[in-house]
């Protein structure tokens, strides 16, 4: 059986008296969009920045695929793939969409950030910049400055820069934040397509989107998993519609 792409098992965390992150075990499968689901304040964010080591934990272990990371730091986590869209892409303004994308890639196949060295006799980057930007549906914009880019595109071109990198695990915290309406079905429509090519944990409010793209969805409520499932598990799970999408919702 394949190794899980990422596994947590009994984190923990605590600022102060609270525990922040109590006891959380969970496993992202290869190919999976795992969503992260709970009420405001209960420990999401705290978990991504425990995944990604911006955060050292206070108990449990974080592996990525059969590699133990726990007290890793970050840049560790990245070298083995597991990335957070914004954290790893800086998007440089005055750059156009295509050279940000490329970037990204470079960086990610160890060519220095060389930009003075003419990006177009780079095949292989350019290649893989062209199927990034198709993926993402940022071709219209390839030759905007990034500066240039409406709010939506540009979360748009951050997840396209951390997809160039070749992710083994990537962590959206929100990416829909913000955005106007006809912009998060825009994203919505990305994370569809992105589906099954990539493994992905998505933070999101929206329960709409979370609910219509997730594989499966972990509850967290005060710190702790309090369930695991498909959407429809989710939906109809007695302890998460009481403690977090109240009985009466049709979520
Ligand atoms: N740096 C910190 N110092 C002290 N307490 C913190 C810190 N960061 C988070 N907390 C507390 O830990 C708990 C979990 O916060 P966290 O931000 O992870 O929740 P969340 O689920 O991401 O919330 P939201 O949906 O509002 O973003 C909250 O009670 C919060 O007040």
New binding site residues.
């Given amino acids: 059986m394949t190794a899980p792409s990422l596994t947590v098992d009994g984190l923990v965390r605590y600022?102060?008296g609270?525990k922040?992150t109590d006891e959380v075990t969970l496993q992202v499968r290869p190919g999976e969009l795992h969503a992260i689901i709970?009420p405001?304040?209960?420990?999401?964010?705290?978990l991504i920045n425990l995944l990604t080591g911006e955060l050292a934990s206070d108990g449990g272990r974080i592996l990525i695929g059969d590699v133990d990371v726990t007290g890793q730091p970050i840049q560790q986590r990245v070298q083995l793939g597991l990335l957070r869209s914004y954290q790893i892409t800086s998007v440089f303004d005055s750059f156009t969409v295509r050279e940000n994308i490329c970037l990204a890639a470079r960086r990610k196949r160890g060519v220095r950030m060389a930009v003075w060295k003419p990006l177009v006799r780079d095949s292989e980057t350019m290649e893989v910049v062209r199927r990034i930007m198709a993926e993402c549906q940022l071709q219209h914009v390839a030759d905007e400055a990034a500066a240039n880019l409406a709010y939506g595109q540009r979360r748009q071109l951050e997840i396209a820069m951390a997809l160039a990198a070749d992710p083994r695990l990537l962590l959206l915290d929100e990416p829909m934040a913000g955005m106007s309406a006809a912009e998060g079905a825009a994203a919505i429509e990305l994370l569809r397509s992105l589906k099954g090519q990539y493994t992905i944990v998505l933070v999101e409010?929206d329960m709409n989107a979370v609910f219509s793209l997730a594989d499966r969805i972990s509850v967290?409520v005060y710190g702790k998993v309090i369930a695991t499932g498909t959407a429809d598990e989710i939906r109809n799970h007695p302890d998460v519609r009481k403690a977090y999408l109240g009985d009466d919702e049709d979520a």
């Fill in positions: 600022f102060g609270l922040a709970g405001n304040g209960a420990g999401k964010t705290t409010h967290l």
